[in-house]
């Protein structure tokens, strides 16, 4: 791994046995193995132990503010299209407070890859309930049990008609490196799920009781019956479906516009303050 370009060797502050551990690896491989370069790329993410990514991968990066990693996302792909943008972050970053850029992201269709980290819980603030923690399951916070009904990601967003919509485990690298392939070679925005177990602050969904649950979907299913995939997305408890569930083809956000469509990435074009100066007189 060491040899891989991406790879940073630095001091990485996740407790051992955290799932993000075998989320970078798979990343890491994934990146190399679609040919990009670190140059090529660029890791956004908010706040949150899943949010500290771009901190331990070489490329270009940017960590902001907490549930704010979709529209920076958006802003850097619209500035250089030739990006190959993905977003890393946690279930309370992307659902909670990122909740309202989910939503518009998926009606933009950026192109770019949503990586969430579901642990299930608040990693980085100690355990407290996230948006996708059980109903009633005791946490750090809530000693009576959560009280919220949990949020079901992909339901939303298969209703949505959001083009890419999967979900994978980070007990199995050789699938979530399938899926996150997949994700970034969709062009429109990606939503990727990964089941992943925070082994310090949530003692009920460990790596064992992921181990147990998941299935493949197999290649009989089909991601643009949005119906079926309903069906799977709602699917949760004793028997838990990972693959595509859904896809839609439809033009990205760039693609709907010809000017950020046919001419050059917006980064690549010439410009000088002398160029706003008309504007600035005329208005102030």
Request: hydrophobic share 35%; glycine share 8%.
């Amino acid at each position: 791994m060491k040899n891989n370009p991406f790879h940073y060797d630095c001091e990485i502050s996740w407790c051992p046995g955290c799932g993000n551990f075998g989320i970078i690896e798979a990343l890491k491989e994934t990146l190399e193995e679609l040919g990009l370069k670190p140059h090529e790329t660029a890791a956004i993410s908010g706040i949150g132990q899943a949010a500290k990514l771009p901190h331990y991968i070489i490329s270009n990066g940017f960590n902001g503010l907490h549930g704010r990693a979709l529209p920076v996302a958006m802003g850097v792909k619209i500035a250089n299209k030739d990006l190959t943008v993905f977003v890393n972050s946690g279930d309370g970053d992307s659902y909670g407070e990122g909740g309202n850029h989910l939503i518009h992201n998926i009606r933009r269709n950026i192109d770019i890859t949503h990586f969430v980290h579901n642990n299930q819980i608040y990693g980085l603030t100690k355990g407290q309930g996230s948006p996708t923690t059980a109903l009633n399951q005791v946490t750090t916070l809530q000693f009576d049990g959560v009280k919220s009904s949990p949020f079901n990601p992909l339901a939303f967003a298969i209703s949505q008609d959001c083009s890419f919509v999967a979900r994978t485990f980070s007990g199995d690298k050789v699938h979530m490196k399938a899926m996150m392939k997949a994700a970034i070679e969709n062009k429109g925005y990606s939503l990727l799920d990964i089941l992943q177990p925070c082994v310090t602050f949530n003692k009920i969904n460990t790596y064992k009781w992921y181990k147990e649950r998941v299935y493949y979907l197999d290649d009989k299913y089909n991601p643009y019956d949005k119906e079926e995939a309903f069906k799977k997305a709602l699917e949760w408890g004793d028997s838990i479906p990972i693959g595509i569930l859904y896809k839609s083809d439809k033009p990205s956000f760039i693609d709907r516009f010809h000017h950020l469509k046919e001419a050059e990435p917006l980064v690549k074009r010439n410009w000088s303050p002398k160029d706003a100066k008309s504007f600035m007189d005329e208005f102030y």
